[in-house]
């Protein structure tokens, strides 16, 4: 019985290339964006999560310094009231049934620890003054202390600092521990529409639409600070123009951006922690 062979292409002639393979159509890709709920109570948990690992992340950022540090999110049934880290609580340790809710006063109304003071006095003027805010994050971090020791802003010499510019603002006072509403008026004031201030002498605060949002900014902010410090300090940098910087904020620099770059951070805790949501 004769066998089969393949057959040979003629000598000269070349094989056809192999097909190219066909487009993922879009709407088969995953895209993370900013969940919707329903219910008030889904709605809280999820900006409790958020909470717990923000904070979180700003320990492993480096940002605590003792008892100083917080952020704080709006509730959502409860307006003029605000979730916050317990006071004295390593951010590294904190779960969501951590978290303290407290009134504008800074009375706590939901919890078993005391609060920072201080952050109320600033936190609660800054929520009161936007309420397009749902988070508002300020800590003692080491490059953003050292800008704010030089009372400078930052200068639009990277893509990231651009998204800052002419969107943040100095606060030139300093008056020691923030323990007066008048002088969380002033903060607010300062702030005005912008999404980040630096504070004279003291440090950064960063605020967002979502939890998400501001402590991305607020952790861009540090690096973008740091960034700024080491080139004036290796020589002098160059600016980016005004029309380019203002063209790359409107590109980076809304929440949603910031959101989206939060998310592999979030991921990054959310599962390496997941004792967090206890």
């Known amino acids: 019985m004769e066998q089969s062979r393949a057959t040979e292409p003629a000598r000269g002639t070349r094989e056809a290339p192999p097909a190219a393979p066909a487009p993922v159509p879009t709407d088969r890709l995953r ?16 900006r409790k999560e958020r909470l717990a690992g923000a904070l979180r992340l700003f ?14 999110a709006r509730d959502p049934e409860f307006s ?22 407290a009134n504008a006063d800074g009375q706590v109304v939901e919890g078993a620890h005391h609060v920072n003071q201080a952050a109320f006095t600033v936190h609660s003027q800054v929520h009161a003054a936007r309420p397009d805010v749902v988070a508002v ?9 050292a800008l704010a020791a030089l009372a400078d802003l930052l200068d639009p010499i990277t893509q990231e600092s651009c998204a800052f510019y002419e969107d943040h603002a100095l606060y030139d006072s300093y008056f ?7 002088e969380g008026r002033r903060i607010a004031e300062a702030l005005g529409s912008g999404k980040a201030l630096v504070l004279r002498n003291h440090g950064l605060l960063t605020v967002g639409g979502s939890v998400d949002a ?48 939060y998310q592999p951070l979030w ?10 949501f206890g």
């Open 31 to 46: 895209f993370a964006m900013p969940p919707m709920h329903d219910a008030v109570e889904d709605e809280r948990r999820h």
């Open 59 to 72: 320990g492993r950022h480096g940002f605590e310094d003792g008892v100083s540090g917080h952020i704080t």
């Open 80 to 101: 003029d009231c605000f979730w916050v880290n317990p006071f004295g609580m390593p951010f590294a340790h904190i779960k969501v049934s951590d978290l303290v809710l």
């Open 137 to 145: 994050a300020h800590c003692h971090s080491v490059h953003g202390r």
């Open 176 to 182: 020691g521990v923030a323990v007066d509403a008048a």
């Open 214 to 261: 501001a402590a991305w900014w607020f952790l861009s902010m540090e690096r973008s600070c740091q960034v700024q410090l080491a080139a004036k300090a290796a020589g002098r940098p160059v600016p980016i123009d005004h029309r380019q910087a203002v063209a790359t904020r409107e590109q980076l620099g809304g929440d949603l951006v910031a959101w989206i770059n």
């Open 267 to 276: 991921e990054q805790v959310s599962r390496g922690e997941p004792d967090l």
